[in-house]
């Protein structure tokens, strides 16, 4: 396989870029910019992509350059090639944003981009000077040598990012630097990526069996799926249901997997669960709880089944990458109710999904014909409604909490806005009036969960959902509506 490396100097861009690469069907992965030069040489990319934003590290192995595989270095990484080679490089006042970029037209990377442009720049040192070979291809009022190139060494650089969705061409950029410089054919697809899954996996499990936690959420569902193609009946799919989900969300899950080629479980574990939360008012708490539970109730069923070779997880490539300062807040959620390497006897880990992003993950599932509802899932928190239910967990707190955020969600998905949503959910205060719960709607726009802006829902839907839960689920009280941007406030409300 194709298969392109991005080496990372630190900032936030790299994962950006990857997918982007991936967009056009080139496979890559990213790794520190310190990648020992045998393993870079191991992994045989067609192309390097080097990559840093401001307060990154800018260096690198100027020995990389020597390897005769095409390098690209954006923003920073243009700077530390730079300055590698014996080039100029001098701090500059910060320019960070759009701006009008002067292409020359003979460069082989803006063949197809106007002369005139806007990019995205994110920079806090120029380019002064460029080693012998290179030739400067674009500028700016206040950015003189905005990239340059030296097509002998297949050496090029930009100031701006082309990955940025404000740079006009950029994709296409990017894409003539995959293809046309790098020579990759841009054969990596989701039907590929299946069958190469389902015979690593036939591979390595022979006719031995499997053994996966499946929460019904997008990556454990869609590794069930390859699993299941890969093994079948051999692979065995653990449920718990820890009594708050979603309403129904439990018997669709056994549904769906139970008419499946695999052996389904579903542990009801509701009432162990709500014994286990009694009286417990601290999310902290309540996170630690359900978490060490779940470990039990995995475990109890794990011995019934005998000794089991392999336990797969849908572990996906955000969980593994340690890039980008704060990253790991978004993923920490499946981290928790996938710690049960430790716990378990099994003798490997299968990992079908660990280099892909969720995006990706989504698309295979498609591609593997799994229905929306589960691919299209938005992420929901392996605690589920426990930390959507502030003070302590009562059956009849789950009921009103179920029966309200079922509202909120069929009208949602019923307005069709729900695409450009990243999630809505119901939230059950603790606080009482006129007899009953007051209950506040989150609905918030996020691109990935680090930030996240509260959704302006136009108004008609909003009086839908509170006339639907003021007259269909007695007590609730009340309905308000969540204003609160992330940051400061954080999506969940616990
Ligand atoms: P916050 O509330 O931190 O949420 O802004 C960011 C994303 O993470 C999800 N989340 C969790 N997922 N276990 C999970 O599995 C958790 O304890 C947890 N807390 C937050 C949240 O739904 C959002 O998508």
Redo the contacts with the bound molecule.
Sequence with gaps: MQKVLILDLGGQCDLLIARRVRECHVFCEIHPAAMPLDKIRAFEPKGIILSGTPGGIGQIDPQIFQLGVPVLGIGLGCQTMIAALGGAVEPCSPIHGRTLTNLSEDAVLFAEMPPMTISWMDIDAQITALPDGFVATASTNNCPIAAFSCPERQLYGTQFRPESPHTEGGMGMLDRFLKSICGCVGDWRMENVVNDAVADIRRRVGDRRVLLALSGGVDSSVAAAVLSRAVGSRLTCIFVDHGMLRMDEGDQVEAYFSRMDVHFVRVNARERFQSALENVTDPTEK?RIIGEEFVKVFEDQAKKLGSIDFLAQGTIYPDILETGPGYA??I???R??GRLPGHIDFKELIEPLRLLFKEEVRELGRTMGLPAYLVDRQ?????GLA?RMMGNITPEKIRLLQAADHIVTQELEGSHLNRSIG?YFAVLTDTMTMGGYIVALRVVTTED?LT?KWARLPYELLDKISTRLMTEVPGISRVTLDITN?PPA???WE
Excluded at 379 to 383: A, D, S
């Design positions: 996170r807040d978004v920490r959620s499946s928790e109710m992420p929901f928190p392996g605690p930390i999630q969960y996240a992330k954080s999506i969940e």
